[in-house]
């Protein structure tokens, strides 16, 4: 453990190593038409675990993690909508009270918050962080914005509203920024996928993104709230990643939900880069060599954990909130074209 924490307070930038972590948890309460978890990955609308085994496994996955003697900012996503599952909400709720977890970052389609949040204790709730989707087919706009705003002002969560573009969807986007203006709530918008039967999402924008195949669709999604870096970010990872320098591996790690670490999903599934696994129980993390390295993969850098790493964004932006998907805009470096 010692050699560990040396390694990586010796490694450069990261004071908090940032993890994305998606665990085996299944059970989800909503039938999204577009949603990615698919095949090996696929959510579930009655299993919450596919086997007792699974469950152990996170466990042993979130022990590991909240036992590291250097800080860590953890979002821990799963396969479902992680407010259905108590035993998953259990650990949760016990990573967010350990000295070196800074912050815990739920993904969650924002239905359960009312019931689910009084599961952590005060102490935990302070280091909650929730990346709340609207899916508009699934759930009323009145009751969404209820649970967004109960999660932040009753428990006192740290949140972020995040709605995806889809050519269908700018009446639902529209209303929504129109409700949340009043309460100062951060709305994020990404391009919604629809994930390719073969490639998942690890493919080129025109094959996953709808939006991009309209006329002058830039230019809308910037009207409906799309970030215009964060969507120039987003094309580079999936359409020209080969050869940018990005710095997942160094600040930032990934773990599947095997147990399998990489210096990001995309790795992950190219298998480059492995970095051992979690659940071997004599695994011990490398140590970062590099600030910045030097994408291999050729394109498919889709999910945003990832692509946000990449040095392009990383000159115009501050992580100064507690979200592997929310960065403010560094106003004191002007933004540079990315090469
Ligand atoms: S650009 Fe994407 S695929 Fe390439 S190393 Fe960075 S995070 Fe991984």
């Avoid at 019931?115 to 759930?139: C, D, M, Q, V």
């Amino acid at each position: 453990m010692m050699k560990e924490r040396l390694a990586w307070q010796n490694s450069g930038p990261p004071d908090v190593l940032r993890i994305w972590y998606v665990a085996p948890q299944r059970l989800c309460n909503f039938s999204c038409p577009y949603c990615v978890s698919t095949g090996e990955w696929a959510k579930d609308p009655r299993t919450d675990w596919r086997t007792e085994q699974d469950l152990q496994d996170y466990k042993y996955v979130v022990h590991w993690l909240g036992s590291r003697d250097f800080p860590i900012g953890l979002r821990l996503a799963s396969l479902g909508e992680p407010l259905t599952s108590k035993p998953f909400l259990a650990q949760a709720s016990w990573l967010c009270c350990q000295d070196n977890v800074r912050y815990v970052e739920l993904v969650t389609n924002g239905s359960l918050l009312k019931n689910r949040l009084s599961l952590f204790s005060a102490e935990g709730r302070a280091k909650l962080s929730l990346w709340i989707t609207y899916h508009p087919t699934e759930i009323g706009l009145e009751r969404f914005v209820e649970n967004v705003l109960s999660a932040r002002d009753e428990f006192g969560c740290f949140v972020v509203v995040n709605a995806l573009l889809f050519p269908n969807s700018k009446r639902a986007l529209n209303e929504l920024s129109k409700t949340l203006s009043g309460y100062d709530v951060p709305l994020n918008v990404d391009l919604g996928y629809i994930a390719d039967a073969e490639l998942g999402t690890y493919t080129y924008s025109d094959a996953i993104v709808p939006a991009s195949r309209e006329e002058e669709w830039k230019r809308v999604a910037a009207e409906f709230g799309c970030d215009e870096e964060m969507i120039a970010a987003n094309i580079a990872g999936l359409d020209d990643s080969l050869g940018r320098l990005c710095g997942a591996g160094n600040g930032y790690i990934f773990i599947g939900i095997d147990g399998e670490v990489y210096p990001c999903s995309r790795y992950y599934d190219l298998k480059i880069g492995r970095l051992g696994n979690i659940l071997d129980r004599t695994f011990v993390l490398p140590p970062a060599r590099n600030s910045w390295n030097t994408c291999m993969s050729k394109c498919g850098c889709s999910n945003k954990e990832d692509f946000l790493n990449l040095q392009l964004v990383d000159q115009s932006r501050r992580r100064d909130v507690p979200s592997l998907g929310w960065l403010s805009r560094n106003l004191a470096r002007p933004h540079q074209n990315p090469t």
